[in-house]
Each structure stands twice: as structure tokens, then as C-alpha cells.
């Protein structure tokens, strides 16, 4: 069934279009009118199939436009927008690879091209979910901004003076920075950020100190909230490496703003408060970037996938202010 959505008029007028967010769990899928009203979004589990998930992404994408031009037969979408997680060529078009989901070397761009009839943009979801707040959200009022997302993993988006860096696809991996001595990470480094800060990370660090499994990251944060200790050690640790990455991030890039979205963002004051203060008490000459939760939401990527449609398709799309 669609999700109870809003008509959301934030993306303007141009070419009709489709959006696909790709996720490790669901597939979202947008159908985009020529007023940039998101007329229905839909959501189906991802198709994971071990190493043949692309294809079957790839079918699902199909099906699921069939099943829009049923619905809505008077609306002809001119392009799609294609996002997904993992290490992106968004050059050849190319999923490089994705360890949780199966992929490796799989030409995204041009079968999914192939399988809806139609030009297809292909991208990151964490660079698209941050074009989305770059164009549309919290970053839109600056030009150097990075866009982090951290839920189950980390990542970011890069923007420097207004362009997108992409890095041959490897820019913004901020959660595979070593900030620790440990845990090991999926990557097969140790200490990463994602490994020690990621939503996932402390829900599962903290059940490996206390012995006690928790939902997530937010009874984490409520059991220290309540005077656990062992919950507050690992919620501290977290706000540390966070800081500390961030104060590479920004010696680095020194931008104007650094935008957090994800399920940890969702935490509010209790991540966002301390985290400033840690970060500020690293830095000393630095510009300090303005710390700011992300607006767009969790749709954040499929938003940022119909954005690249309508780029692809050179139609107008909102423009920033000068």
C-alpha cells in the first residue's frame, strides 16, 4: 500500500519523473508529477537475493512502474532516479560493491535503463539524501556544507563552494575513519567511526558490555538518561569519536555547516548539544561550523533520486539563493 504522505510541492515544476531509494531493508519508490507534487510514494521489502539483489532490484523498479501507470495512467514519467547504498561509480553507473546486500560490479544505470524504458540517473543514497538538504533543506542557505548521515552505518556529502564532491565515488565515507583502537569494523579496519558511533554500534557495544540486548540506539540513550553507567560509557565514547571525526572534517574542509540526519539525529538536544561542545573544546583556530538537524526527513534519498531525474532531463529544478 502507499505510505499516508503529504502532496509536497518542494521540488517545482519540470518533467514528470520516478524515484527509487534502495535500502537494506525497504525500496522505496516516488512517482513525481510536472508540478513536483509527490503524488504517491510506495514502499516494498528490498528483493535480497545474495549475489543476483541487483537484478532483482532491478525487476521490483519495473514492477513497480507498471504498477504506477495503472494507478495513474495520465501521468508518463520522462526519467528516473536510481539510489543506492554501498561504494557508487556514479561515472560508469556502476553498484562497485555492497557487502550486506550482494552486489559487485553491477551495471545499475543501464539495466535498470533497459528494464523501465527510460533514462535513468544513478547515484549514492547518502549523496542523493544530501542534495535533497542541500537544495531543499537545512544546508540551503550555505555553499561548504557537509551532510552526514548516521543510522545503521555513517556517511556523508560533500559540497564545497556549492558543487558536490564525489571523489570517484569515494568521498564522504566519514564512518570509515579510524577514530579508535577498537572494535573491528565490517570493512576489516578497526576503531572506524561507524564501528564505534553508528546507531547500530552502540546499541550492539553496549548489549556486548552489559550483557543486556536493547532495541537501538535510543534505549541506549534513555538506560543512561536513567543513571545506567554502562549505557552513559558508551554513549560518552560515541559523542567523543564523533567529535573527534568531525574535527577532521572540519581541519580539513572547514565548512560553514555540518548537517546530521539519520536515526541517531533523531536524538535531539541529547546528541546535538554535547556533540557541539566536544567538537568546540577540539578545536581552536578552526571555523566552527553551525551544527544542524536535517530537515528532509526519511525521504530524504528518494527526494534526491527525483532531484537527479530532473537534472538528467536538464529540467528546471529549484535554485538556490544567491
Not at 521490483?60 to 557508487?88: K, N, Q, W
Not at 547518502?126 to 551532510?147: I, M, N, P, T
Not at 563552494?161 to 577498537?182: C, K, N, P, Q, Y
Amino acid at each position: 500500500m502507499a505510505s499516508d504522505i503529504r502532496p509536497d510541492d518542494r521540488l517545482g515544476a519540470g518533467h514528470p519523473v520516478l524515484a527509487f531509494d534502495v535500502g537494506g531493508t525497504d525500496l522505496k519508490a516516488a512517482l513525481v508529477d510536472s508540478s513536483g507534487r509527490m503524488v504517491e510514494l510506495l514502499r516494498r521489502p528490498t528483493p535480497l537475493d545474495g549475489e543476483r539483489t541487483g537484478d532483482a532490484v532491478v525487476a521490483a523498479a519495473a514492477t513497480l512502474l507498471d504498477e504506477f501507470r495503472r494507478t495513474y495512467p495520465e501521468i508518463e514519467p520522462a526519467a528516473a532516479g536510481l539510489v543506492v547504498p554501498g561504494h557508487v561509480d556514479e561515472v560508469r553507473g556502476v553498484g562497485v560493491l555492497a557487502e550486506n546486500l550482494g552486489w559487485r560490479e553491477y551495471p545499475f544505470r543501464d539495466r535498470a535503463s533497459e528494464a523501465l524504458g527510460l533514462p535513468v540517473s544513478f547515484s549514492h543514497d547518502v549523496r542523493a539524501a544530501g542534495e535533497a538538504e542541500y537544495r531543499l533543506g537545512a544546508a540551503k542557505d550555505f555553499h561548504d556544507v557537509v551532510v552526514m548521515a548516521i543510522g545503521t552505518g555513517i556517511a556523508g556529502a560533500i559540497f564545497i563552494d556549492g558543487t558536490l564532491f564525489t571523489g570517484g565515488g569515494m568521498a564522504g565515507e566519514i564512518g570509515h575513519s579510524r577514530v579508535a583502537d577498537g572494535p573491528e569494523c565490517a570493512c576489516g579496519g578497526r576503531g572506524c567511526l561507524e564501528a564505534v558511533a553508528s546507531a547500530a554500534a552502540i546499541a550492539r557495544r553496549y548489549t556486548a558490555l552489559s550483557g543486556v540486548p536493547v532495541a537501538g540506539s535510543r534505549e541506549v540513550l534513555e538506560r543512561a538518561g536513567s543513571g545506567d553507567p554502562a549505557a552513559q560509557r558508551i554513549w560518552d565514547s560515541a559523542l567523543d569519536a564523533l567529535a573527534l571525526d568531525l574535527s577532521h572534517t572540519v581541519a580539513l574542509l572547514a565548512p560553514e555547516a555540518i548537517v546530521i540526519g539519520g536515526g541517531l539525529a533523531q536524538a535531539g538536544e541529547a546528541l546535538f548539544v554535547p556533540l557541539a561542545e566536544r567538537l568546540d573544546g577540539i578545536l581552536t583556530f578552526h571555523r566552527r561550523p553551525v551544527l544542524l538537524a536535517a530537515r528532509i526527513g526519511e525521504n530524504a534519498g528518494v527526494i534526491g533520486a527525483a532531484l537527479r531525474a530532473r537534472e538528467l532531463l536538464a529540467a528546471p529544478v529549484p535554485e538556490r539563493a544567491p
